[in-house]
């Protein structure tokens, strides 16, 4: 029986862990953010039994975890300022889709936790508005503006042409 509790949250780990990135922004604090989550998951008295139930209560519990540590350490001003200044200044010169896929990421890391946040849990993560809505405790409405606004503003710095070209300077370089 623990055997069987213990392996019910595997699938759902890529996901928690992508989500807890997608917060802390940085991989050492999200894996303690993802384990602390995966322990109070395991050590917990009444589990949800549907697994759609199941998922978003692991999601709920990753980021309540992450609102107590960031109220409790102060970092909600900071945070800000230091995803900002963690942007790649110079992206690398690959092909096309690598350096289209460097521009959404850095346009990704740019927005607000609140877009970064929604926008994780609906496009990356994959859960429906409804789930998304009960997941952080809002109508679906909100979820939806919210996804709305997210996306637009992820346009919005993605038609800036944040990243550079550096092929004319390739052959510079042989």
Excluded at 52 to 57: Q, S, Y
Excluded at 68 to 97: F, H, K, N
Excluded at 112 to 133: C, K, M, N, P, Q
Aim: with cysteine; charged share 30%; net charge neutral.
């Amino acid at each position: 029986m623990q055997a069987r509790i213990e392996r019910r949250p595997r699938p759902y780990h890529a996901r928690l862990f992508a989500y807890a990135v997608a917060l802390e922004r940085d991989r050492d604090r999200a894996q303690d953010l993802f384990q602390e989550c995966i322990a109070r998951a395991l050590g917990a008295n009444r589990v949800p039994d549907g697994e759609p139930a199941f998922r978003a209560w692991l999601f709920v519990i990753l980021r309540n975890i992450w609102i107590d540590q960031s109220r409790s350490s102060g970092r909600t001003a900071e945070l800000e300022e230091i995803y900002a200044a963690d942007l790649v200044s110079e992206p690398v010169s690959l092909e096309t889709v690598l350096v289209e896929a460097l521009a959404v990421r850095q346009a990704y890391a740019r927005l607000s936790v609140e877009h970064r946040e929604i926008l994780s849990l609906v496009d990356v993560s994959g859960f429906t508005y409804e789930e998304a809505a009960a997941l952080i405790s809002v109508p679906r409405g909100t979820v939806m503006s919210r996804v709305s606004r997210a996306r637009r503003a992820l346009a919005a710095l993605l038609e800036q042409g944040n990243v550079i070209d550096f092929a004319p300077y390739r052959d510079r370089l042989k």
